[in-house]
Structure formats: C-alpha cells, structure tokens
C-alpha cells in the first residue's frame, strides 16, 4: 500500500518508515508530501498536529492510524463520523502493553491497584494514554504516578495489594520496534473498520475469548 506517514522523522517513525517499507508498503513523508494518492495515513507527532493532520487526510479521503498519544480523540471521532471514513487510535501499539491493561482489568476485580508510568524525558504528555486506557478498564478513580527521566523509553507498572499479599504486572518497551506489528496490523485493517473513530489495538488481536483451558496441573 501507499503509506503517508507523518512523523517520518521522530523516534517512532524512523523506526516505522523502514518496517514498513519491509513489509512492502511504500511511504511518503506526511509533511512533506501530504496524503493525496495515499491508501492510509499514520501519524505518530504531536498532540496539537493531530487534529491538522486529520483534517487533511480526512479531505482527500485516507483513512487514518493514530499513534500519537494526549490528542483530543472526541473530536477525532467527530470529524472522521462527519467525513464517513474510519479513524484508528491505540495509546499503545506494543502487544505485551495491551496484554498489561488487560491483566490489569482482570486483576482490578480483586484488588485495589496504583498505576506507576515511565518515560523519556521528552514525552510531551502526562499521564501517558497508556496509563489513562489502562486506568479506564481498571474503573473508577485509580491513581496514576508519572515519571520522566533520561534513559527512559516506555515502562508502566500496576501494583495491586489485598491484605497480605501484592501484585505487580510490569511491561518495559526496551525499543520502538515494539510498536511495528502492531502499526502494520492497524494499517492493514483501518480500511475496512467503520465510519469514525475505533479505539485500542486488542479489537484487531484477538477474535470474542474462549473459555480458558483447564489446568493439567495443580499449584499453589
Ligand atoms: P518525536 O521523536 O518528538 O517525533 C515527532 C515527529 O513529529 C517529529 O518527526 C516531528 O518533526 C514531527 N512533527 C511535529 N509536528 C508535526 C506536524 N504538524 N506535522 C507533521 N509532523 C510533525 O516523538 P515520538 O517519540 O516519535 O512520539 C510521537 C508521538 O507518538 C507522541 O505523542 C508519543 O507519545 C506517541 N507514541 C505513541 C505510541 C503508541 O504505541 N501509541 C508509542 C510511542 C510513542 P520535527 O521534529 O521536524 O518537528
């Protein structure tokens, strides 16, 4: 496919171009060239770019994967409803981080849980959309704690703790290669999602769960 990608130049998206350009797609620079003639558009930038980028891809009619986090997603969805072309946003693109939320979740029906976020010191967002996707599924009123610092990528952690025992599910993003299946995923299936905006990676992963196997072993 014909890929404008708006962000060719950043960390994600100096990752992303060569991925996908491996993965057969060809990709033109989103600010250079803009998304006319494109089949989909990514845009991994900045929070007040994203709405700007949109309009344009919305005009010339290119269905539209979102990976920067902190943008105003309501009107995302509005303006992609009004234009009758599908919009896709994941806060996190890497499969062990949306494995995370979703332990998360589980894990939120039995004890009460802190999320504890970390990032490069130039994430321009606080908390990150990770944090805020994972505390939604987790319900009401969990606490967030951020932290930047340099040396940082992208790291969360969710304690849990009940009365004599806690719980910590970590995910570390050691490099951006972590966010390239999941991108290529969307890229693939955007077209043919509906008019406005969907949200989260785990919807274009895994098909309604099946009852879990049961356990060969028994165990503490
Ligand atoms: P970055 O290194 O700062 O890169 C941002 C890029 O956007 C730069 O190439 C910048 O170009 C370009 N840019 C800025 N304004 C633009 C505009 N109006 N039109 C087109 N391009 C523009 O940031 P990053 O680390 O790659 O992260 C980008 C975004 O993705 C952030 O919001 C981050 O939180 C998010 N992110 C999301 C995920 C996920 O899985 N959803 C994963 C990682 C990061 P100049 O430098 O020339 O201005």
Known sequence: MRVCLFGATGKVGSVLGPALERAGHTVVDGRAAGPDGCEVAIDFTRPDAVLENAAKCLAAGVPLVVGTTGCDLG?????????????????????GAVLMMRFAAEASASFRGEIVELHAETKLDAPS????????????GVPIHSVR????????????????????????TTSREA????????????????????????????PPRRPARRPEVEGV
């Open 75 to 95: 009107e995302l969805d509005r303006r992609a409803r009004e234009a009758g072309l599908p919009c896709f946003y994941a806060p996190n693109f890497a499969i």
């Open 129 to 140: 959309g990770t944090a805020k996707a994972t505390a939604e599924r987790m319900g009401e």
């Open 149 to 172: 610092l340099p040396g940082l990528v992208a790291h969360q952690e969710v304690i849990f703790g009940g009365p004599g025992e806690t719980l910590t599910i970590r995910h570390d």
């Open 179 to 206: 966010f390239v299946p999941g991108v290529l995923r969307a890229v693939e299936a955007v077209s043919g999602l509906p008019a406005g905006l969907t949200v989260g990676l785990e919807s274009l992963l895994w």
